[in-house]
């Protein structure tokens, strides 16, 4: 259960922590990236980030390019950045394709053969990380945890905390796939990880949770307008506002159509800062 | 002398603009990027930031990772990121280490046989690309430019600026090399452009050229203390600051050990607010 820090890297008054852990629910060696913002270092207890990455990413994309620890220091907040599936299981298949497999872990506890026996990163990230970081991170506060996302972690970000109502205490989403059931993304992926069991694909689609939500909800989701894969109908995050209205549940979710941004880290970049805001307010950092 | 616009990026509210043009200093098509803050998108005259890469890089990493944008979108400055080198010349030996020839042009007009034709970096960002840039791009105010960069980029900077009194409202640095002649890759570098012209090596070494400077000098130069390049004695800033002391210079010229940092562009975002804010407060941005 205990982290290795393989790298100490100084950012914005704090540090980057590269680490790696062995996890028994994706059954490998996992990495990940931990920014500790100045109060952390100094004797706090700060409350925690969660950054899902998107298609093909580690969590070391973001804490490159991304620009979360320019707001993380000054609010206070701690960040963590996990990789995007297990690596190396070689299951038949999981390095044939960039949206599917390595990389592509989409959050979800795969029930198909081969996959069933480590891809199961919903696990991993809604329980045994944040176990294993809060038992050995003292500075971090397990009672304050926020999640957001990009993509495939967009999804992620979202699907998480709907079906973990309390756990965190805010959720907001770039670029997020908000209807993986109806787009190729998603089909692909749950094919591949749950087969034809549809009950399953729901479970894991942000769009079918929204339509359960009891009591109020508040989500910031940002995507560009010049983003391809909204172009090419794989994020579909209109689906996701309607199905809010319909629930009666869209009055706190705020779907920010960016004029021009596309799917990069560009675009995260450019509004981190408002997203590591909107969680600090909501983590009383 | 036109330049082909190879993508349009929206970052931090303004562009980031790809751009390729053929250049005679260096013998080939240089690629570089552009960032347009919002003010410039909206019709307005802005100044202009010049940022010089380290070794082995190209003008999209600090685009990337540095996060200059930020600050710059928000003071209304454009950033060009230039190349660090011709490419594809097919000079013998360009490509055998990653510290000379391709991506490591050291911002000098070389003079050695085979380097002479094209390794001309030197005329390059001094006088064809803003000519280029200003003469093609009438949102650029050319009369308000500055000059940061980074390692070899920092020496650029710093050599650049002392050789051309006036031409640059501010310069500062990040981990530059501050004393090339004395230190291996400046030797390298030198002996490879200039051959054995121990005059030459001096007119391209910050340390020796601050000797000469006329008036009074202010130099922001941010040096991490866990930079191992900096342990290595590669980068020597006290030789430069000891320098700027002796003729009388150092007044004005803040030389910053942050602790801990290293050479990375997790040290460069970190302090990239502040080097646009040095720049912005002397360009009257």
């Not at 090419?232 to 159509?257: C, H, I, S, T, Y």
Request: include cysteine.
């Amino acid at each position: 259960m205990s982290f290795e820090t393989t790298a100490t890297i100084a950012s914005f008054g704090g540090k980057l922590l590269k680490l790696k852990h062995p996890a028994k629910s994706t059954n490998c060696d996992m990495a990940l990236n931990l920014y500790l913002p100045p109060a952390a270092l100094s004797g706090k207890t700060v409350p925690v980030l969660f950054y899902l990455s998107g298609l093909t990413c580690t969590g070391d994309n973001c804490a490159e390019k991304g620009f979360f620890q320019h707001a993380a220091s000054q609010r206070g907040i701690a960040v963590v950045y996990p990789d995007t599936s297990p690596r190396g299981l070689k299951v038949a298949g999981e390095d044939e394709s960039w949206d599917f497999g390595t990389g592509a872990g989409f959050y979800v506890d795969a029930t198909t053969p081969g996959y069933k026996d480590g891809y199961h990163m919903y696990t991993y990230i809604t329980e045994e990380l944040p176990n294993a970081l809060f038992s050995h991170f003292k500075e971090l506060d397990g009672s304050r945890v926020s999640i957001t996302g990009h993509s495939m972690g967009g999804h992620g970000a979202l699907t998480l905390f709907l079906k973990n109502p309390g756990k965190y205490k805010s959720c907001s989403a770039f670029a997020p796939i908000a209807n993986p059931i109806n787009c190729p993304w998603g089909q692909k992926a749950f094919k591949g990880y749950f087969g034809d069991d549809s009950a399953k694909w729901k479970e894991h689609d942000a769009t079918e949770l929204v339509k359960q939500w009891k009591g109020p909800l508040e989500l910031l989701i940002d995507v560009g307008t010049g983003d391809n894969f909204y172009k090419q109908g794989q994020l579909l995050p209109e689906n996701f506002v309607a199905a809010a209205k319909e629930a009666g549940n869209d009055k706190g979710v705020q779907l920010r159509m960016q004029k021009d941004y596309d799917h990069s880290y560009f675009f995260m970049a450019s509004f981190a800062d408002e997203h590591v805001e909107w969680a600090a307010k909501r983590l009383g950092a």
